[in-house]
């Protein structure tokens, strides 16, 4: 992100350890870019977080990803240019298997009151 030339950036972090998304939080308003004139401005000016970690319900981090794309999406509405990250989209993946797990014992279940 400190080398992006997008005007904004939208960082998802998605089942991360409660002690690397804090690490994240920590170490981002510290980063710096320079400008073409010179100038040193925080990376945070221009960075959205979505903050999920993998004690948070799996609903929560299933949707992370849906709501980092809904916002890179509206600044791309509104013409900016738009980087988005997401870390991890392999623990996104187990979020979705674990929904997908549970709407197919929920399935199963109503079949015995039918």
């Known amino acids: 992100m400190q080398y992006s030339n997008s005007d904004t950036v939208v960082y998802v972090g998605c089942g991360e350890r409660g002690n690397e998304m804090a690490e994240v939080l920590m170490d981002f308003p510290q980063l710096t870019r320079t400008l073409p004139d010179g100038r040193e401005e925080s990376v945070m ?49 187990e979020a979705l298997r674990e929904i997908s797990d549970v709407c197919v014992v929920l399935k199963n279940i109503s079949r015995l009151f039918d």
Do not use: C, H, Q
């Open 45 to 93: 000016k221009r960075t959205t977080l979505v903050a999920n970690t993998s004690n948070m319900p799996v609903a929560a981090r299933e949707a992370s990803i849906y709501t980092g794309i809904t916002i890179a999406e509206y600044f791309r509405d509104m013409g900016y240019n738009v980087s988005m990250m997401a870390d991890s989209t392999s623990r996104w993946a």
